[in-house]
């Protein structure tokens, strides 16, 4: 087999063999096919597109590149979640717990990487103790017994994917659906997942801008789990705003007890309702969605939910304490209101701009060298439709520095406000399953 021949291939509309996909996967993976034939099929893709048929085997080809996750030694149906990116996002703070509650095993390996805040585990080790180094075989253990273990990121997941990630961010080819999907897919497949339901993100503040965007991306994903043989379904969710009202590591944490308690913001609180339920739905621990949902409602109601959280926290040295003396979390120094200068109804609250302020205050990586303050970001005090008086305050800025404006000018220029009312927007959009 030449390389040169399934560019040709590609190039010219036609549907590359298994075996093809395969060759070229395996063949870069291991440094064999270099960038300039391996950029060139992709550029093809990204012209031509792919069939399901070849997304699926690249999807495969890319999980076969590196470690695959054994998970069989966890009873039940690991159902996994992923977001395609949002602005503070703390769904997955949320739904580990919950979901955990009633039943569903949770095994959550996760990472810190890149963003406006950290990632899951920056924003768990804002909890006095918490850790993940913990081993494969304690990881088991723990989700066994309290259906619910973080783990990190183990070292060889999809190689494959990391490489060609690379590539595609400089040459020009990151926006193709058939590139994106199986991106997404190989990396929760490889890491064990026998079912996966997926939040997609549409908006400002999302990858997929427009919800046509979103709704083939989701559709791209759904196609190539079932085709794979992992029940997979996705929900198309608005992100032109951020999701709950604090965006930042301990204060994320602060909101996902508060939503564990079933006092938390309403947006986040609906959102992880509707994920949550479809996948207690997957994993079978529910019949029907109405169900499912009850049950989840029932846990928050009656405190298991939250005492899921303190259980799983303690067992990876956690201070379970801070879930009901929530000060003992990192605190920042200064907390310093923004106020509205006119009266009016919010318009916009432009998510990734609002997340890129979060960061200059430190609660994210601008680059792997970056380090995090756990204490610092922001909470919202409105959301798009809300009415605002002139002086009152739109943000609370969490700040270990005194001087802020540079952040104030950032949330100035994010948020708009209007004379007329403004409707909120709708939260959820569609629901796809095939
Ligand atoms: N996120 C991924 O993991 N992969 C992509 O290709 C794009 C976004
Ligand atoms: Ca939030």
Known sequence: MR??????????????????????????????????????????????????????DLTMAMVRSGDQIDLSAIHGIKVDKHSTGGVGDTTTLVLGPLVASVGVPVAKMSGRGLGHTGGTIDKLESVPGFHVEIDNQEFIELVNRNKLAVIGQSGNLTPADKKLYALRDVTATVDSIPLIASSIMSKKIAAGADAIVLDVKTGAGAFMKTRE??????????????????KTMAIISDMSQPLGYAIGNALEVKEAMDTLKGEGPKDLTELCLTLGSYMVLLAEQANTLEEAREKLLTSIQNGSAL??????????????????????????KYQIDLPAKEDGYIAEMEADSIGTAAMWLGAGRATKESTIDLAVGLVLKKKIGDEVKKGESIVTIYSNREDVEDVKEKLYESIKISKEKVTAPTLIYEVISK
């Open 3 to 56: 390389m040169v021949d399934i560019i040709e291939k590609k190039r010219n509309g036609n549907e590359l063999s298994t075996e093809e996909i395969q060759f070229f996967i395996n063949g870069y993976t291991k440094g064999e096919i270099p960038d300039y034939q391996v950029s060139s099929l992709l550029m093809a893709i990204f012209f031509q597109g792919m069939t399901e048929r070849e997304r699926a």
């Open 213 to 230: 965007e979103a709704r083939q991306l989701a559709e791209a994903m759904v196609r190539i789990g079932n085709q794979v043989g992992r």
């Open 307 to 332: 005492q899921t959280f303190r259980t799983f926290l303690a067992a990876q040295g956690g201070d379970a304490s801070v879930v009901d003396q929530p000060n003992k979390l990192p605190q920042a």
